[in-house]
Nanobody, 126 residues
Framework: QVQLVESGGGLVQAGGSLRLSCAAS????????MGWFRQAPGKEREFVAA????????NSADSVKGRFTVSRDSAKNTVYLQMNSLKPEDTAVYYC???????????????????WGQGTQVTVSS
């Protein structure tokens, strides 16, 4: 059983930073890809960034490249999304998700991830 709990969302001014946390509980995450997605009102859930637990693979959406970074603390079983230079268009509910690796790492579609956290709201004011 995999459980994910996000935290760290909030209200920030444009240009500011936030760090989201995703506390994960499972026997081991060594063979998982951890993804971050977001969903703005009236829009579909979209891929933000992801990395394999080992770190051999990482990917991020073009809209956040150079601004958002995924990292993890193995001792705490926690994945982070560091968000810098935030823009009003980054406003959304952010979700972390987990997917067991099967033959490849490149999982960027929401439907590929079976495990999800409850989401945390990020609001960027202009």
């Amino acid at each position: 059983q995999v459980q994910l709990v996000e935290s760290g969302g909030g209200l920030v001014q444009a240009g500011g930073s936030l760090r989201l946390s995703c506390a994960a509980s499972a026997r081991t995450f060594s063979y998982y890809v951890m993804g971050w997605f977001r969903q703005a009102p009236g829009k579909e859930r979209e891929f933000v960034a992801a990395r394999s637990w080992s770190g051999v693979w990482t990917n991020s959406a073009d809209s956040v490249k150079g601004r958002f970074t995924v990292s993890r603390d193995s001792a705490k079983n926690t994945v982070y999304l560091q968000m810098n230079s935030l823009k009003p268009e980054d406003t959304a509910v952010y979700y972390c998700a987990a997917k067991l690796v099967v033959g490849r790492y490149e999982y960027t579609l929401p439907r590929e991830y079976p495990y999800w956290g409850q989401g945390t709201q990020v609001t960027v004011s202009s």
